[in-house]
């Protein structure tokens, strides 16, 4: 078939500044020499994201993952984490990358996160924490996770990586937990090319996390930690903050998508949409269908009849993660340990949203889905 439009349609597009803004920014790097190490633009950015999240310090990183490698190098986590595996590779590879071992437990079948009835079950004398996800920005049961964590003495590091600018019944889902981390990728809602950041409470942490994305460097003669390198460039950190100056902008244009996807899909039998978001702010990252055995197609069927018209959809989160081979043979890994997260990556296809998606572009996704 022949695609309506001229160019794909992608998941996602990355929201960019006009290059003219950025122009005077680059000057300043240039002028001033300083490329990287706790820049201007880095100490700019780490006070400006305090002050639009909500929150009381913020580290940011050269990406999510290596600041999710350094969140549990922060709190000398070690042993097994209780995650779940309907997310992104780079949370359970953190964990390996950290010599721990990830801990599989089922998601719930609504919010598509970790489900609280079954972390109890999980837990082992080796246990030392959760990393839950905030999955597709949505997020988690906070309340109940913080009290299984406080009961057991565990510690909590939710990947934030899809939930910037959320916030939930208690203010900025960031304030949750030991510590969350985002991502500022260029697929993500916030995005400074590469980049990421961990979100903590008190000085302390902030300061540990300082050096161990240093090296472990405190001076020049002191080395405390066997760090890494972790720093955002003055390039990246430039970039953020003039990325924050459209950021409400564009999150609204993603919501207009979001409700309108809605619109046109609410009475397509065999396609749940997840609720929309309750209390709180969203910031409309991801835009997932699940495709139920009442369509007249299957998940993969659709999702190929919108590639052959230039949609590129993607199936988020498939294969599951205890599905690779580094994951699949451990015993949380089981099928019958996870049904619903089986059963969900199997009928989930992200739809395109992104602040660039024309009416027009959305009304004929939607329309190959309605059929
Ligand atoms: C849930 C989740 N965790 C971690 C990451 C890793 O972030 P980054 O790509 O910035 O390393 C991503 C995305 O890339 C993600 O979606």
Not at 259 to 275: D, E, H, I, M, N
């Amino acid at each position: 078939m022949i695609s309506p439009f001229k160019d794909p349609v992608y998941v996602t597009r990355p929201f960019l500044p006009p290059l003219e803004e950025f122009i005077p920014y680059l000057q300043q790097i240039w002028n001033s020499k300083q490329l990287t190490n706790n820049g201007p633009f880095h100490q700019q950015l780490e006070q400006a994201l305090c002050d639009y999240l909500g929150v009381k310090h913020v580290a940011l990183f050269t990406n999510g993952t290596v600041a999710l490698i350094t969140a549990l190098q922060t709190l000398r986590i070690a042993g097994e984490v209780i995650t779940t595996p309907y997310s992104f590779v780079a949370t359970a590879h953190s964990l390996l990358w950290n010599g721990i071992k990830p801990v599989f437990v089922d998601i719930d079948p609504v919010t598509l996160n970790l489900d609280p009835d079954r972390i109890e079950a999980a837990i082992t004398p080796q246990t030392t924490a959760i990393m839950p996800v905030h999955c597709y920005g949505r997020p988690c049961d906070v309340d109940r996770i913080e009290k299984i964590a406080d009961n057991y003495g565990l510690k909590v590091i939710y990947d934030a990586a899809h939930a910037f600018g959320v916030k939930c019944h208690n203010g900025s889902v960031l304030n949750n937990g030991d510590l969350s981390v985002l991502s500022f990728h260029a697929t993500k809602v916030f995005n400074t090319f590469e980049g990421g950041a961990i979100v903590c409470h008190d000085a302390k942490a902030k300061q540990r996390i300082d050096h161990l994305k240093n090296f472990g460097f405190v001076d020049d003669v002191t080395v405390v930690a066997p760090g890494i390198n972790g720093k955002m460039s003055e390039f990246n950190a430039a970039l953020g903050l003039l990325q924050l100056k459209g950021i409400d902008a564009a999150i609204q244009k993603r919501q207009a998508v979001d409700t309108r996807y809605r619109k046109a899909l609410s009475a397509v039998k065999g396609v749940r949409c997840l609720p929309p978001p309750g209390e709180g702010v969203s910031n409309y990252a991801y835009f997932p269908i699940l495709v139920q055995p009442d369509y007249p197609l299957s998940r993969d069927a659709l999702y190929q009849k919108m590639l052959d018209q230039g949609i590129i959809a993607r199936r988020y989160f498939y294969p599951l993660i205890s599905d690779f081979p580094m994951y699949r043979g451990m015993p949380s890994a089981a099928h019958a340990n996870l049904p619903v997260a089986k059963q969900v990556a199997e009928q989930v296809i992200c739809l395109p949203i992104h602040p660039a998606l024309s009416n027009e572009q959305v009304d004929s996704v939607a329309g190959i889905i309605v059929g």
